[in-house]
Nanobody, 119 residues
Framework: QVQWVESGGGLVQAGGSPRLPCTTS????????MGWFRQAPGKERAFVAAVGWPGEYYADSVKGRFTISRDNAKNTVYLQMNSLKFDDTAVYYC??????????????WGQGTQVTVSS
């Protein structure tokens, strides 16, 4: 059973730069591509970024502002968020990804971490 623990969210001013860590227990994820997803109010959950052997990949909406990274020794994946916009307000989740270029989540979701961008 994989458990994801996302943290680092909160109320952040527009233009801010929070970093979200996500850790997992019960299974190491060094063999898997890892991704971040988000669900904005009233919208479906959407892919944000991925990191794996091919490198990194970003949704157009965050490209150039967000950076994904991982520390396999700590079973942790990070999302560095810069130049936050109001549209970035969402609950952020991490998950393994089934295959590069598909960006589909592999396992069940954690509770996520809420990021609210304020003026």
């Amino acid at each position: 059973q994989v458990q994801w623990v996302e943290s680092g969210g909160g109320l952040v001013q527009a233009g801010g730069s929070p970093r979200l860590p996500c850790t997992t227990s019960g299974r190491t994820f060094d063999k898997y591509h890892m991704g971040w997803f988000r669900q904005a109010p009233g919208k479906e959950r959407a892919f944000v970024a991925a990191v794996g052997w091919p490198g990194e990949y970003y949704a157009d909406s965050v490209k150039g502002r967000f950076t994904i990274s991982r520390d396999n020794a700590k079973n942790t994946v990070y999302l560095q968020m810069n130049s936050l916009k109001f549209d970035d307000t969402a609950v952020y989740y991490c998950n393994a990804i089934d295959a590069w270029n598909s960006w589909n989540p592999l396992w069940s979701w954690g509770q996520g971490t809420q990021v609210t961008v304020s003026s």
